[in-house]
């Protein structure tokens, strides 16, 4: 697996294939010998040493036996395990956990923290360039667990979800019905508002989704995010503008209780 050409290779690649690289200097090793006794091509030992490839778990331990690390190079594989969120959404994901009030309005994707596990795979699966199967795995059960700050009664959650991904499948028809029942099924909550933005007609929305967060000391945050980057805002200004879009967007929601006969006929059509 290489690292994506829009994000800097994971620091843990590079520690790691720095350390490869000064153990086996030390050792008076060459590339070309412990390529071989590796089984790698040159180019590739070249690209783990230089963290733009993930080191594997194979070079490693060779590495470790060749230059005599006493087991210190093998010990980096656990820093190698897959990342649980794209490196920009990171920050996020804190603020996220530690939020008090929850503000979510989506255009062409079911929320995340509303993700059936079949949604969540199919959506990473669907990611390019492809991740390996060990890092979609790992994603969705980062998803999942994400899901279990909704069973947090004190706190409030609300989301606006556009008609699009309400209406139309990502994969399978019975897949699609599942997501929507479960939609209804968390929506029935008292601390869990969802509610549907009609397509028809234009609205401040469709510049494309975003978050709005109220953390435990009353501050709001914002956060936005496109193909390969994610926004976390804190400037009054920037937060505020956001804040007032979510208020001409919820304007043109359905209540909750039409949201949720909406989803129902929907589900029934399946």
């Known amino acids: 697996m290489n690292a994506s050409s829009s994000a800097p290779p994971p620091m843990s690649w590079r520690y790691c294939g720095n350390q490869i690289k000064l153990w086996r200097t030390r050792a008076g090793i060459s590339r070309e010998d412990l390529a071989a006794e590796a ?3 040159i180019e590739s030992l070249r690209s783990m040493e230089a963290g733009r490839r993930k080191p594997s ?3 490693l331990q060779v590495a470790d036996d060749m230059c005599d690390a006493k087991g210190i190079l093998v010990a980096g594989v656990q820093y ?7 490196y920009f959404a990171e920050e996020y994901m804190n603020y996220e956990a530690e939020a008090i009030v929850i ?8 929320p995340g923290l509303l993700q059936t596990e079949e949604t969540a795979r199919t959506l990473l699966n669907a990611h390019w360039p492809p991740l390996d199967d060990n890092t979609i795995d790992e994603r969705v059960a980062a998803r999942l667990a994400r899901q279990t ?11 606006l979800i556009g008609e699009t991904p309400l209406r139309y499948a990502l ?7 599942r997501q929507l029942l479960h939609l209804l099924a ?3 909550a008292r601390h869990i508002v969802i509610q549907v933005v009609p397509s028809s007609g234009s609205h401040p929305g469709l510049n494309g989704p975003f978050i709005l967060l109220d953390s435990p000391e ?3 945050l914002a956060y936005e995010e496109g193909q390969a980057m994610g926004l976390l805002h804190s400037e009054p200004d920037k937060v505020g503008l956001l804040s007032q879009r979510h208020a001409k967007i919820l304007q043109r929601a359905l209540n909750p209780e039409a949201s949720a006969e909406f989803i129902a006929k929907l589900a029934e059509e399946l």
Not at 149 to 158: D, E, G
Not at 171 to 177: G, M, T, V, Y
């Open 149 to 159: 700050v909704l069973a947090t009664q004190t706190k409030s959650f609300n989301f």
């Open 186 to 188: 968390t929506g029935e």
């Open 218 to 220: 009353h501050q709001r």
């Open 39 to 41: 089984g790698y091509g």
């Open 80 to 86: 190698l395990l897959p990342e649980k969120y794209p």
């Open 57 to 59: 778990m194979h070079l």
């Open 103 to 110: 503000h979510w309005f989506e255009t062409l994707l079911i």
């Open 171 to 177: 994969s399978s028809r019975e897949a699609h019905k």
